[in-house]
């Protein structure tokens, strides 16, 4: 029997084929991957996982693919870094960075995301991709693209970071750049999408793609010892990213290669585009979409389509909600790079941020096992901290320059 059963309605159940579809006919309501578990119960084991490939693809027993992975192989099986800098400064004793800043090959999460909906777009048949994209999403799909030889168009709103752009134009997809908010570009591709028979990844290939992300929460348990954490802190765009590191959390459980979770799933967004942490903080189930105005631009979707559903994953875990402002998020950037040498983009920035929020706040305690996902690249997003760096000591090509500059006496000794 296969391992994928169908796709079914998240809101009303009625199930549908495999395709590459995404919205119920009945009621409008998102479609996503439902699985034999009881098929794949009988083949999966901690052992098997532990002897795959060093790539997220040692867990493609639960991910929606019917044959092996064709694009993006290398993707996936980051770090842990076990952050002890950065935990004793904000009186942590056990916090955990998973750092997919060296995902491979785009330097995002969305690496994850991307192989698995292009390996299922090959399966489907298609031989162009697209996407409407943050920017991340673009660098990978473009990136994969190249690699596995498909028609690409990549959908980009026109303030992007130069970075960014060059990330795209450099593997020589389509590159459109819209006019207008990620909002505008996600609407337009919708009916590109339907006019055109290509696999948008994140619009008719999305319940295929949004799966990927489970390998974030996999990888966590795995590399934990087979333990869950106590709090995961995640960023959010459309919300997706968190709904399935909650759900690939719940499978670990109910397939018995974890023995208990008892994570607390909490979401973080920049003040300047919160729709879904201002909606947990007014204690609603719903969001209200607004117009983006901050520099974490991997992060600004104005009107996140799981929105809801990252409410009710945060909900059902027990976790929180909390957003910071542009300064807080160049401070995050700055004290993750200076604690734990690592280079994160603004969406890191924002995570670091609301991590150290919760911490004062006392919803993550000393003692409580912590994974802070960062998921983007700094050098993706120079723009960002630029002007809040300094500059390099300029000297003579002198040791007299040198040392004169650093105060240093004749026998060595003193600093800047
Ligand atoms: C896309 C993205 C996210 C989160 O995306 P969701 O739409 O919430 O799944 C987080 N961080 C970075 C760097 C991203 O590019």
């Known amino acids: ?96 960075i998973k750092n997919d800043t060296v995902n491979h090959p785009t330097l995002s999460f969305k690496d994850r995301v991307v192989a698995v909906a292009l390996t299922r777009a090959r399966e489907l048949g298609f031989g162009t991709v697209a996407c409407a994209s943050t920017g991340n999403l673009a660098n990978s799909v473009a990136a994969h693209a190249a690699a596995a030889g498909l028609q690409c168009y990549v959908f980009i709103p026109g303030d992007l970071e130069a970075a960014k752009v060059l990330g795209n134009l450099i593997y020589r997809p389509n590159v459109v750049e819209v006019e207008g908010n990620y909002d505008d570009v996600n609407r337009l591709c919708s009916e590109i999408a339907a006019e055109h028979g290509w696999a948008f990844v994140n619009i008719n290939i999305r319940p295929y793609y949004a799966e990927g992300s489970k390998t974030l929460a996999f990888e966590t348990v795995e590399q934990l010892g087979w333990r869950a954490p106590d709090h995961a802190v995640v960023p959010m765009a459309s919300g997706s990213l968190l709904t399935k590191i909650w759900k690939g959390l719940n499978e670990m459980l109910m397939l018995g290669l974890v023995e208990e979770v008892r994570t607390k799933v909490n979401g973080a967004q920049a003040e300047g585009c919160s729709p879904i942490a201002t909606a947990y903080r007014e204690g609603r189930d719903f969001f209200k979409p607004v117009k983006p105005k901050t520099i974490a631009k991997s992060l600004a979707i104005g009107n996140p389509a799981d929105g809801y559903y990252a409410l009710k994953a945060t909900a059902e875990s027990g976790g929180a909600m909390d957003m910071v402002s542009d300064e807080e998020v160049v401070e995050g950037i700055k004290l993750l790079a200076q604690t734990e040498g690592i280079f994160a983009e603004t969406a890191g920035g924002v995570t670091v941020g609301v991590l150290r929020k919760l911490v004062k706040q006392g919803i993550i305690k000393r003692s409580d096992l912590t994974v802070a996902y960062i998921t983007g690249n700094g050098l993706k997003t120079q723009e960002a901290v630029i002007d809040a760096v300094g500059r390099p000591v300029r000297i003579q090509p002198s040791l007299v320059s040198f040392e004169r500059t650093f105060k240093m006496g004749k026998n060595g000794g003193g600093a800047a």
Request: hydrophobic share 35%; proline share 6%; with cysteine.
């Open 1 to 96: 029997m296969a391992k994928m059963k169908a796709l079914v309605c998240r809101e009303c159940g009625k199930e549908y084929p495999t395709k590459a579809i995404h919205v119920c006919e009945l009621c409008f309501g998102p479609l996503e991957v439902k699985y034999n578990y009881d098929e794949i119960k009988k083949g999966i084991s901690r052992h098997k996982i532990e002897s795959g490939p060093h790539s997220m693809w040692r867990y493609i027993d639960l991910l929606p693919v019917e044959g092996a992975a064709t694009v993006g192989p290398h993707a996936g099986f980051t770090p842990m870094v076990r952050a002890h800098n950065l935990g004793a400064y904000l009186g942590l004793n056990e916090l955990y």
